[in-house]
């Protein structure tokens, strides 16, 4: 069945939603706001009908050729059909809705930082590897197969290693015992490491790692299971970044001071790091800023993965406490605090059970920071205002699950001043976000 709508909005997740002339809801992807569509219905789902694009029959004055030909086939980026004017102003209106439908009590959502870069900024993807040793994706819910010999948001360093890869068959071998990978480039010297992802129980052959080992673009092979990291080739170097960020040190804002010098940060294959080095330089400065004064101040920062935000707070005249899960993050994380000369320690545990750990100990902090993973921390993040911050700083990339975690937090004794939309993946509907609460 066939339908004529006009696109209300897009939501989370991309798609534009849309009422049929009898008032069900039809959501359809690679659509934009106020576009006319005609629309085909395929699906119908408790309560609203999934539709296709027929026909695009008046559309937005933002929509723009995606460039990329497989667009619409792999599973990745959903939002090329748009200009990137249209996205950053998409992505405002996700948060703002997702926060407003909540009944979080903000004033306003700011303007959405733009990406540096819009295109080639991955410095980090992850890729299925055929029977044959092809690299591709799997289109978007199913696990139909698509090759690929150049992603436009990655880099050229990354897809120069996927054409290698592809050309040279040596991952039909791995590709029984791994079935898929990850290429990473390291943003301060363009050094490329393959991480291979698998089952430990499944050894790697030997022979066909060697051969990955030897070719010309690939610096460093690592094997990531369950059971965490291993470096298969331990006298590469890691990945580096190097960090310039000015912060407010002055609560009055009265000027910018600069930190000592330089940040750099190293980290290994098996840690967590942003794909976008360069929004994640401009993601630090703003966390700087939004952080203040910290010179005699304590900072907790939960799943600080390798000190992304620990080492630069650090520098910005804090003592930090660093409390990860990950064993090979706090690993880098303790290198890179004694690089960067700052007062810090780390932990591995688990978060949750942590924050009881440390309200049962009375532990106090002036500032928490918190990036958790999708899922948000759910009800233990009450537990933050037992630990008396004067700020929370919450870096989040799922909007839903921040607005159940803001409300959670505001009714404690503590008031948004700040909600920041991040673009951290320019060309797809993923979208960063950092909210400031300060203590009333």
Same mark, same amino acid.
């Given at each position: ?152 948001? =990655? ?7 996927? #054409? ?12 029984? #015992? %791994? ?65 310039? %960020? ?24 098996? %840690? ?82 942590? *924050? ?20 948000? #921390? ?24 921040? =607005? ?32 400031? *609460?300060?203590?009333?």
């Amino acid at each position: 069945m066939k339908h004529t709508i006009t696109i209300e909005k897009v939501i989370p997740g991309g798609k534009g939603l849309a009422r049929t002339a009898d008032g069900q809801v039809i959501m359809t992807p690679f659509t934009l706001s106020n576009e006319k569509i005609l629309i085909r219905e395929h699906k119908k789902k408790s309560g609203y009908l999934e539709g296709s694009i027929d026909r695009v029959l008046l559309p937005s004055p933002a929509r723009i050729e995606p460039p990329c030909p497989l667009y619409g086939k792999c599973g990745g980026c959903n939002l090329q059909h748009g200009s990137y004017t249209e996205q950053l102003k998409i992505k405002k209106e996700i948060v703002a809705e997702s926060l407003q439908r909540a009944k979080v009590p903000i004033e306003e959502v700011e303007e959405a930082v733009a990406s540096p870069a819009q295109w080639g900024y991955r410095y980090r993807l992850r890729l299925k590897i055929s029977p044959a040793g092809q690299l591709g994706f799997f289109k978007k819910r199913s696990n139909t197969f698509i090759p690929v010999t150049n992603c436009p948001v =990655a880099t050229e360093g990354i897809c120069s290693a996927v #054409v290698e890869l592809n050309r040279s068959g040596v991952l039909r071998p791995l590709a029984k #015992v %791994c079935p898929e990978l990850e290429v990473l480039e390291s943003p301060a010297d363009g050094k490329i490491t393959l991480v291979l992802r698998g089952n430990k129980e499944n050894p790697l052959p030997t022979s066909a790692l060697q051969e990955v080992g030897q070719l010309p673009h690939i610096n460093q092979v690592g094997w990531l299971t369950r059971n965490g990291f291993q470096s298969l080739f331990p006298q590469a170097p890691p990945l580096t970044q190097h960090i310039q %960020c000015n912060a407010h040190l002055s609560p009055s804002g009265e000027g910018q001071q600069s930190m000592k010098e330089d940040c750099i940060l190293s980290w290994s294959g098996g %840690c967590f790091s942003q794909v976008n080095p360069g929004q994640n330089e401009q993601l630090i400065r703003l966390i700087c800023e939004a952080a203040g004064d910290l010179h005699g101040k304590t900072i907790l920062d939960l799943y600080c993965g390798m000190g992304n935000f620990s080492v630069p707070l650090g520098r910005c005249g804090g003592t930090v406490t660093g409390i990860e899960g990950n064993q090979e993050s706090i690993h880098w994380a303790e290198k890179n605090a004694r690089q960067a000369e700052i007062k810090a320690r780390f932990f591995v545990a688990d978060v949750r059970s942590a *924050l009881e750990q440390l309200v049962e100990q009375g532990e106090q902090a002036d500032l928490i920071l918190l990036d958790p993973p999708r899922s948000g #921390v759910g009800k233990n993040i009450t537990l933050l205002p037992q630990l008396e911050p004067e700020k929370i700083i919450y870096v989040s990339c799922d909007p839903a699950t921040l =607005a159940r975690d803001l409300n959670l937090l505001c009714p404690a004794g503590y008031q948004i001043s700040r909600v920041i939309p991040v673009d951290m993946f320019p060309q797809t509907s993923h979208i960063e976000t950092v909210v400031l *609460l300060e203590r009333l």
